[in-house]
């Protein structure tokens, strides 16, 4: 069946697999139009043709490039005349370690990457249509954001930035924007495959509803926080973790 346009256009970081494409398939799925990026334009490609040409547009590029977060708003704005959602999913964690060697100029790259390119995407969505129109904005933070995370430290430091990045912009944006972050805990992508990868079920036994998570249930959250459902909700992070932090401070 085909699913009847909403009338409402994405634009989804970071989409051509893992919790980005999760996303974009969800609101493809309830109708919006999306336009998805990524670093490999073949792998974009891919994705565009799964979730459908016919309303679905890739812009490659590196999300901390400044032209190309110019270039895919602007390519969203003139296949679709419009952007209500930005779903800032784009990450990265090249390190593995204490951050009591970490190279400074790696540190620079992930919140090059995981903080300061959100933002950029957030400004130029404001000013392409926000401003004017409204909608909202969802940041992928993490759970390593709310916590100390031994061995991914700026990986967490760079989310706990993030999700304060979620506060000032919802009360900038407010009332016309709302902005809003989600934390996941471990999502079963290529991304996060180095903490489950081998010992799955070993990594899922802490999680009170017994696995890990799978990107469609942070797509499907997204799409909560880009619904009319969510309209009285602005400046939050939810976390999606399987009821992990459940054990927090259990002996």
Known sequence: ?????SGKVALVTGASRGIGYG?????????????????????LKEAVEQLGADRVIGVAGKAHDLDHQTAAVEATMEAFGRVDYLVNNAGTNPV????????????????????????GFAQKTWH???????????????LAGLSASPFIGAYGISKA???NLTQQLAHEFAPRVRVNAIAPAVVKTKFAQALYEGREA???????????????DIGGT??????????WITGQTLVVDGGILLNAGVA
């Open 222 to 231: 997204a799409a909560f926080l880009t619904s009319e459902q969510s309209d």
């Open 23 to 43: 996303v974009a398939e969800a609101l493809v799925a309830r109708g919006d139009r999306v336009c998805i990026t990524g670093r490999n334009e073949d792998a």
């Open 202 to 216: 070993e990594a899922a036994a802490g999680y009170p509803l017994g696995r890990l998570g799978v990107p469609s």
């Open 128 to 142: 392409a249509w926000q401003k004017d129109n409204g909608g909202a904005i969802v940041n992928i933070a993490s």
């Open 161 to 163: 930035a993030m999700i």
């Open 1 to 5: 069946m085909t699913v009847e346009l």
């Open 96 to 119: 593995f370690g204490p951050i009591a060697d970490l190279d400074l100029e790696v540190a620079r790259k992930v919140f090059e990457t995981n903080v300061v390119s959100a933002l």
